[in-house]
């Protein structure tokens, strides 16, 4: 009789199932690595190129109470930032794997904690700060849910040219 509850409990732990990742995430890692090297090299074109026609994004700056939802208001916010910044570096810390907010089930997008570095363009400051970010993308591998977050605002008065 031991061996057999012996058995049921090893047949019973044996067939837990551990969470399951999406099938899309690793894929969709890889296209977020992608994605922050394009920023990195400052290529506009390819990270217009990466951004659904239908979007959501969530701007980090304090007057972005709202989100972008047109692929050129995405662009124009990436083109702030990258006419404003120069030698742009993204230290990830990790990527994580994010979930669908209605099921909480890994729905394959990327969750990634990292350090913005760079110049200003006008003043020559650098800056440094801890960033979070989340991309949704496709099945065509294009963005269309995502979101920027730090002190944007704080980067930005901090790295000013100087009053004279």
């Keep these: ?3 057999i509850f012996l058995l049921f409990i090893i047949f019973a732990l044996g067939s837990c199932d551990a969470p399951q990742q999406n099938p899309n995430f690793e894929k969709n890692v890889e ?6 090297e ?36 995405v662009v124009a916010y990436i083109s702030g930032w990258l006419a404003a910044m120069e ?10 794997p994010g979930v669908d907010p209605e099921t909480s089930l890994p ?3 990327v969750r990634t904690y990292g350090y913005w570095s760079g110049t200003n ?6 800056f440094r700060g801890l960033w979070y970010h989340y991309l949704t993308f496709n099945e065509e591998g294009k963005i269309i849910n995502g979101a920027d977050f730090g002190d944007a605002t704080g980067l930005v008065m901090s790295v ?3 009053q004279e």
Aim: glycine residues 6%; aromatic residues 16%; proline residues 3%.
């Design 121 to 126: 363009t006008a003043s020559g400051k650098t």
């Design 87 to 96: 030698d742009i570096n993204y230290e990830p810390e990790n990527f994580l």
């Design 1 to 3: 009789m031991k061996k």
């Design 38 to 73: 394009n920023w990195e090299n400052e290529d506009l074109d390819y990270l217009s190129s990466k951004i659904g026609e239908s979007i959501e994004w969530q701007g980090a700056f304090y007057a972005n109470k709202e989100y972008f939802t047109t692929k050129e208001d």
């Design 31 to 36: 296209l977020t690595k992608a994605w922050f």
């Design 160 to 162: 000013m040219p100087d």
């Design 107 to 109: 729905n394959g997008s």
